[in-house]
């Protein structure tokens, strides 16, 4: 499951990618960190909250890495040596686990407040693409509520996680960490990569 999801994104990384000294070059392109959109600008400026981090940052910083660990967890690595299991065992390795799940349900606010951009101008932590990037963000502006309901299914379903780790449920974790590989990707293919969304309902 890490591997597909994995394999995806860099697929998509690969097809996007520009050097990045061939797009700062450009300089008629739009930058992404002007609001598209003024119901959300205004919002933004009334909020209490400052967004520092870019999308691509609280990816990057909080969301991959925590998910990443909480995968990596529970694997079973089959190779000519045998059938080798990993587990969490030690109340510390499990607190690891639980520390994660916390971290992913917060990252679902750090998602939802209002005026985050995608990236800030050249700013650009994979996709140096900023046409891209110019894209990603107006999806977001124009379907706000949308990122904030899988926001949502982001918080719940770390929640769920975090719970299984209390009760240190190895099955629950691989059962969940389906599904959170499940709500990475349906937030993606709507903001990210909608182009992959389409190619499948084709199928
Ligand atoms: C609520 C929507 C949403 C959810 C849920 C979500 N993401 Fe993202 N993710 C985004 C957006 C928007 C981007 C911006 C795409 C870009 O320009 O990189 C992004 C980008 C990324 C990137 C690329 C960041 C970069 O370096 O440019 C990674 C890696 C990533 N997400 C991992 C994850 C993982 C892992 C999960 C699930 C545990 C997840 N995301 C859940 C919206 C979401």
Not at 59 to 87: A, C, L, Q, Y
Not at 155 to 169: F, G, P, Q, Y
Request: hydrophobic residues 40%; proline residues 4%.
């Amino acid at each position: 499951m890490i591997y597909t999801f994995k394999l995806a994104r860099r697929l998509i990384w690969g097809a996007s990618f520009c050097a990045l000294t061939a797009c700062n070059g450009n300089s008629a392109l739009p930058r992404s960190d002007k609001p598209a959109n003024n119901a959300i600008a205004e919002t933004a400026k009334a909020s209490p909250y400052k967004p520092t981090a870019t999308f691509q940052e609280i990816m990057d910083s909080v969301v991959d890495p925590s998910s990443d660990f909480i995968w990596g967890s529970v694997t079973t690595i089959s190779n000519s040596t045998g059938i080798h299991e990993k587990r969490p065992h030690t109340d510390t390795e499990w607190h690891e686990i639980r520390r994660r799940a916390m971290m992913l349900a917060e990252a679902a606010n750090l998602i939802a407040v209002p005026g985050r951009r995608v990236a800030l101008g050249n700013k650009t932590v994979e996709i140096a693409d900023p046409l891209k990037v110019m894209e990603i963000q107006q999806r977001i502006d124009t379907n706000y509520d949308q990122l904030v309901g899988f926001a949502g299914a982001l918080r719940e379903i770390s929640l769920d996680l975090l719970a299984a780790a209390d009760r240190k449920d190895v099955t629950a974790i691989i059962q969940l960490g389906g599904t959170l590989d499940a709500v990475c990707e349906s937030c993606h293919k709507v903001f990210w990569y909608p182009e992959d969304a389409r190619n499948t309902e084709r199928k």
